[in-house]
């Protein structure tokens, strides 16, 4: 049978497994819960509440790990190795063997251990990371996973039986969403990045899907790259939205039909996290 395991990286480090911290630390088990707010307006004299928006909040990943230890001194040295990982400031990425493709962006905790009882050797104890996102998210960008067909993929990320492409050179562009809500910059903040390279007075995307338009227009040749960052246009990496009609793309969960208009020839990559809500 095989052992649970879980990974972590902490900020500007590599990713290791949890059981490399200490000697006699074993990971046991990770769970979480979705969590949403409904915010309601209310008015004097009326009955009954408007729902007025929506939004997921902060979880909490409780982590649980089993601490096997020889003397005392083991187990202090043992809960130092621990604290010098788990104690760390910052935002840091844990992903575990059932969900190997798939990451949660979490900030540590305060969290106990100590013995089961009085002279035992084993301590079990949670650590309850904070998910301030609420979500989940894929290991590899969309634009990443050409390039992990063998490893940036598992059940239960909504993805088809069939390649999927996220670099066009066409004026045509059908874009595929395995994300469990939309990808939105604006309403939701979220991550996407579309890079272009286009040769005209100026380029028109258009989501067909979602309604969702933006428009560039200033001239530009294959050599200038445009990116769409979030909700911000930048060229050849200086901010650049007066050239734009502060429009902004978004996808919907499934394919979203994107059309590129008014330049002779174009380039277009949309690179973006899955989004899982469980």
């Known amino acids: 049978m095989q052992r649970p395991h879980m990974w972590i990286k902490l900020p500007n480090q590599d990713e290791i497994d949890c059981e490399t911290i200490t ?9 979480s819960d979705l969590s949403i707010t409904n915010t309601y307006l209310d008015s004097a004299g009326i009955e009954g509440s408007v729902l007025e928006r929506q939004t997921y909040s902060k979880t909490a990943v409780n982590a ?60 079990l104890f949670t650590i309850a990371f904070d998910n301030p996102s609420g979500l989940k998210y894929s290991l590899y960008r969309s634009d990443e996973l050409a390039n992990h067909e063998n490893d940036g993929k598992q059940f239960g990320m909504n993805l088809p039986n069939q390649p999927l492409n996220y670099h066009w050179s066409s004026s045509s562009i059908e874009c595929y969403n395995p994300s469990d809500i939309a990808v939105d910059p604006y309403f939701g903040k979220r991550d996407i990045r579309t890079t272009i390279r286009f040769s005209g007075s100026s380029i028109k995307l258009e989501n067909k899907t979602t309604g969702s338009a933006w428009t560039y227009s200033q001239s530009a040749s294959a050599n200038d790259t445009i990116v769409i960052d979030g909700i911000n246009t930048y060229r050849n990496g200086e901010l650049d939205n007066s050239h734009t009609d502060y429009g902004y793309l978004n996808l919907a969960p499934g394919n979203n039909l994107i059309q590129a208009t008014g330049a002779s020839s174009v380039d277009v990559t949309i690179s973006f996290p899955f989004i899982y809500l469980e």
């Open 23 to 31: 000697e006699g630390l074993k990971f046991l088990q990770d769970d």
């Open 64 to 123: 649980n790990f089993w601490l096997h230890f020889g003397s005392w001194y083991d187990y202090k040295l043992a809960k130092h190795d621990i604290a010098r990982v788990f104690g760390q400031k910052g935002l840091m990425r844990i992903r575990t063997d059932a969900e190997p493709n798939i990451v949660k962006y979490v900030y540590a905790t305060s969290y106990t251990i100590k013995p089961i009882g009085d002279f035992y050797h084993d301590a």
